[in-house]
């Protein structure tokens, strides 16, 4: 099973908190849609399996015509192809457009709401409203979507725990099967960090940004969503197959200007720059970057990913195993200071009874430190 992704980099207009690669030079699209048709001619068969999942991605696909996604998914074929998602932003969809990209083939959609509140929803220079919002779920829905996920974001800027706790139960009324959730970061260069710098407006605090998202997983888990990974719960049989690959190592092709790739433990990525793109594709000298994965990097990454999901890491079973000083005891993870067994009493990570290492609640909060507390160089 492979994945295939294509990235549509087109925005509207940018949002203030966003460092993605995307433009706003929308009179490119056609040019661009006519380049990603060539790449995947040229490249169809470079994972070497059947593609199971696809996901177009952006940017805003949604800023592409109906047509233009028949095309794409046209070329890439979807026969075997289990899950197709396409990512869109509530003020694009109209009953026509759904019902359009359903019989083009979509069938699981990602909704990016971040916020059923106008005022926070401006504030972050999001483009729709909370009424766009919701009437985009129900149209989709009439237009036969039964895999839905929306995206929602907390920890923004004047949010309270009142209004966080709001837009989790607004979310859960949708009826929708699949919720990411991200806390808002400052990135470096965005609008927000200015704004932050220059004191407009001033970040929530850590310790309520870590109740907010312990308030989410508690909520979701009532209304009977699997946490199955940091930042993504579903209903069961609905997590998203296609970033699970991510997560468990499958390979996927990237296609589209700055879309990585994964295949057979080398990784490479197209220029994130749309010029350079579209000439290289027309000229056919696109230079992709790439590097092949050490067997170190790709322990790290394994505890990178794993322990980025419900499932953990077995600690006995585990596939890959670092070049040096493999730990007997734990058959692959390196535990040379006794730091899983630390990070263990310190309730960070959890054994389980099939000796998987998983994070605990109160490790998800620091879990990039763990992780690079496990890795090895
Ligand atoms: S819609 Fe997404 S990709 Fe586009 S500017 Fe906003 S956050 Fe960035």
């Given at each position: 099973m492979a994945g295939l992704y294509v990235h549509i980099p087109f925005c509207k207009r940018r949002c203030l908190y966003c460092d993605f690669?995307?433009?706003?030079?929308?009179?490119?699209r056609e040019e661009y849609v006519q380049a990603v048709l060539q790449e995947i001619n040229n490249r169809r068969e470079e994972a070497g399996e059947p593609i199971r999942t696809i996901y177009i991605g952006g940017g805003t696909p949604s800023m592409l015509t109906a047509e233009q996604i028949r095309t794409i998914l046209a070329a890439i074929?979807?026969?075997?192809?289990?899950e197709i998602t396409m990512e869109t932003n509530p003020g694009d969809l109209t009953s026509e457009y759904l019902h359009a990209i359903r019989r083009a083939g979509i069938n699981r959609l990602s909704i990016g709401i971040q916020s059923f509140k106008d005022e926070l929803l401006q504030l972050i220079g999001r483009r729709h409203t909370a009424t766009q919002a919701i009437n985009a779920v129900h149209m989709a829905q009439e237009a036969g979507f039964d895999n839905i996920s929306i995206d929602l974001m907390y920890a923004l800027p004047t949010q309270t725990m009142t209004l966080w706790e709001e837009d989790i139960e607004s979310a859960l009324r949708m009826n929708i099967q699949h919720i990411s959730c991200y806390g808002l970061m400052y990135e470096d260069g965005t609008a927000l960090s200015h704004m932050r710098d220059t004191g407009d407006i001033e970040p929530i605090d850590e310790d309520t940004e870590n109740k907010m998202y312990d308030v989410l997983c508690c909520r979701l888990k009532q209304a009977g969503f699997t946490h199955y990974e940091v930042s993504n719960f579903a209903l069961p049989g609905y997590e998203a197959k296609h970033n699970s690959s991510y997560w468990n190592g499958t390979p996927y092709v990237g296609i589209g200007a700055g879309a990585h790739s994964y295949v057979g433990h080398t990784r490479s990525w197209n220029p994130n720059e749309i010029d350079a793109y579209i000439n290289g594709i027309k000229q056919s000298n696109l230079v992709r970057e790439s590097e092949q994965l050490s067997d170190t990097d790709l322990y790290n990454e394994h505890i990178m990913l794993g322990l980025r999901t419900c499932q953990g890491i077995y600690v006995d079973k585990t596939p890959i195993k670092p070049r040096q000083n493999p730990d007997p005891l734990t058959s692959?993870?390196?535990d040379d200071n006794g730091t899983i067994a630390r990070l263990c009493g310190e309730g960070l990570l959890r054994l389980t009874e099939d000796r998987r290492i998983v994070a605990t609640q109160k490790g998800l909060h620091v879990l990039n430190s763990i992780i690079t507390e496990l890795m090895t160089e």
């Open positions: 690669f995307s433009t706003t030079l929308l009179e490119r074929g979807t026969k075997d192809a289990k692959g993870l390196r």
